[in-house]
T-cell receptor, first 115, second 119 residues
């Protein structure tokens, strides 16, 4: 079974600064997808960014980018120019490309943004 | 509004009550999921429905009973719950990936959840 680990229960960042959230995963599969989800106090789980394992290029979405290291099974999220609205729980998730293909989540990282 | 709607948003129920949570999606997805999110615990997958058929029951107690009448609707029927069942219950939908090429959107879309309190 796959496992996803987020080793930072909480992180804080100054507004306009950059922060990196860590995620590692364990799998024996070669084809899969990785995601970062954001859950603000409104509770809505919002997709931030996603990465196909077969792509070597790191995904980027505006201020959000990932550092995907397939051999190391690492998938960190970098948030640049942090904004107050970025404060939320962030979840890393893994989805197999094969049968079943359910999302497995990490334990989450609470990000606080200081004005 | 993300396309997945959950009702009610909040629910308080006694241990002897029977209630149902509802989830609805109109995204054309063919897989739907129930997750439980408790404080200080990872999200726990409860049930998976693929093309209306239950494909996963993650050792969930029988006091939780899912129902999926069609690909757009998913229910979670609750009866004789315990206080430790108090949590946020999240519904999600996705396009199933089996059978070949991944669709352009291979992620899950979540609802806003139902905050359940069992008293």
């Amino acid at each position: 079974a796959q496992t996803v680990t987020q080793s930072q229960p909480e992180m804080s960042v100054q507004e306009a600064e950059t922060v990196t959230l860590s995620c590692t995963y364990d799998t024996s599969e070669s084809d899969y997808y990785l995601f970062w989800y954001k859950q603000p106090p409104s509770r809505q789980m919002i997709l931030v960014i996603r990465q196909e394992a077969y792509k070597q290029q790191n995904a980027t979405e505006n201020r959000f980018s990932v550092n995907f290291q397939k051999a190391a099974k690492s998938f960190s999220l970098k948030i640049s120019d942090s904004q107050l609205g970025d404060a939320a729980m962030y979840f890393c998730a893994y989805r197999s490309a094969g049968a079943g293909n359910m999302l497995t989540f990490g334990g989450g990282t609470r990000l606080m943004v200081k004005p | 509004e993300t396309g997945v709607t959950q009702t009610p948003r909040h629910l308080v129920m006694g241990m002897t009550n029977k209630k149902s949570l509802k989830c609805e999606q109109h995204l054309g997805h063919n897989a739907m999921y129930w997750y439980k999110q408790s404080a200080k615990k990872p999200l726990e997958l409860m049930f998976v429905y693929n093309f209306k058929e239950q494909t996963e029951n993650n050792s969930v107690p029988s006091r939780f009973s899912p129902e999926c009448p069609n690909s757009s609707h998913l229910f979670l029927h609750l009866h004789t719950l315990q206080p430790e069942d108090s949590a946020l219950y999240l519904c999600a939908s996705s396009q199933d990936l089996t059978g070949g090429t991944a669709p352009s959107n291979y992620g899950y879309t979540f609802g806003s959840g139902t905050r359940l309190t069992v008293v």
